[in-house]
Nanobody, 124 residues
Framework: VQLQASGGGLVQAGGSLRLSCAAS????????VGWFRQAPGKEREFVAG????????YYGDSVKGRFTMSRENVKNSAYLQMNGLKPEDTAVYYC??????????????????WGKGTLVTVSS
């Protein structure tokens, strides 16, 4: 499966952005999907994800209550709605797909397929 993330940009603190992850080649719903981010000089961080076939979305502690992940099977896509953005949310955001077991949902190494990232910059 090929993934393409889009929707990043420059936004002021408190603003919102919606990221999209468009899949091609395979049906995205057959995979678990995750959003990760990596800020300069930091390790890649789990942001949100849902398991294939499941309705539960898991979130990283730093984004709970502010970010919402969703998917639209008809469009073979997943989304990340980001509200209440903070300067510390500045990072390159990646979508990934794979078949991690539940305990590995937050582990980036458990995802086999990655799209090119999209840069989110939040100004103070």
């Amino acid at each position: 499966v090929q993934l393409q993330a889009s929707g990043g940009g420059l936004v002021q603190a408190g603003g919102s952005l919606r990221l999209s992850c468009a899949a091609s080649g395979r049906t995205l719903s057959t995979y678990s999907v995750g959003w990760f981010r990596q800020a300069p000089g930091k390790e890649r961080e789990f942001v949100a994800g849902f398991r294939r076939g499941g309705g539960v979305v898991y979130y990283g502690d730093s984004v709970k209550g502010r970010f919402t992940m969703s998917r639209e099977n008809v469009k073979n896509s997943a989304y990340l709605q980001m509200n209440g953005l903070k300067p510390e949310d500045t990072a390159v955001y990646y979508c990934a797909a794979g078949t991690p077991i539940l305990s590995n949902m937050r582990n980036d190494r458990a995802y086999a397929y990655w799209g090119k990232g999209t840069l989110v910059t939040v100004s103070s």
